[in-house]
């Protein structure tokens, strides 16, 4: 997933880079503002071919055929332009394990609508046990009641929230997540859906937000 998070940050520095310039450099000759944009192009994607090179070098360098798309989440509610690039980026090849559900706050009990295949598969549940049920499924007798509440607030106050949560599989395993949940807008400005990220930890614990590409996202988040 990390090559995919740089390529589109990059994407990202490169319209900025490119919208930064609106006269031709005074040391350089065009013939037009198309030449410049396509000089500063082949400049700054090059620039990040020689990153990916130096940093991933297996990635660029693989010969096995890319894997499977996952399952993609298609909102039925049009999202804003930024919201909208988050669900792109997850439904991207080489997110197919990030482990994220959506839920929707306009239907009872706020139901699960869409379960990631890395969420079914780190829960052990299938898709027909997940999608139309509240999430409190994944709660067991050592789920510290007041971890539940700041999720429930959150939702409430439709605010993000990252907590470090004991959640139970399928087979009744327990795990440690960090879990972060954070509303999905549309352009008019409500609250569309609920969007949750696990990102599995070794242990309890506070300070392993950062792990976690939910939280990650809303630090950038403008």
Not at 106 to 135: K, L, M, V, W
Not at 172 to 183: A, Q
């Amino acid at each position: 997933p990390l090559p995919n998070l740089l390529s589109l940050y990059f994407l990202g520095v490169f319209d900025i880079y490119v919208d930064s310039f609106s006269t031709p450099i005074n040391s350089v000759t065009f013939s037009g503002q198309s030449d410049l944009l396509s000089l500063l192009k082949m400049t700054v994607l090059s620039d990040i071919l020689e990153f990916l090179r130096s940093n991933f070098p297996s990635v660029l360098s693989s010969s096995e055929p890319p894997a499977a798309p996952g399952r993609a989440f298609d909102p039925p509610k049009q999202l804003c332009e930024r919201d909208s690039i988050v669900i792109n980026m997850l439904n991207s090849p080489g997110h197919e394990s990030t482990c994220y559900c959506i839920c929707d706050p306009d239907q009872h009990d706020t139901p699960i609508i869409f379960a990631s295949d890395g969420f079914c598969a780190f829960t052990q549940y299938s898709r027909s046990e997940i999608e139309g049920h509240n999430c409190r499924f994944l709660q067991g007798v050592d789920t510290n009641p007041q971890d539940i509440a700041r999720i429930r607030d959150a939702i409430a106050s439709r605010t993000s929230q990252s907590v470090n949560l004991l959640n139970y599989r399928r087979d009744g395993s327990s795990f440690v997540n960090e879990f972060f949940v954070s509303p999905l807008y549309t352009e008019g400005g409500d609250v569309a859906y609920f969007i949750g990220v696990q990102c599995p930890v070794e242990s309890a614990g506070n300070g392993q937000a950062p792990k976690n590409i939910g939280w990650v996202y809303s630090q950038n988040k403008n």
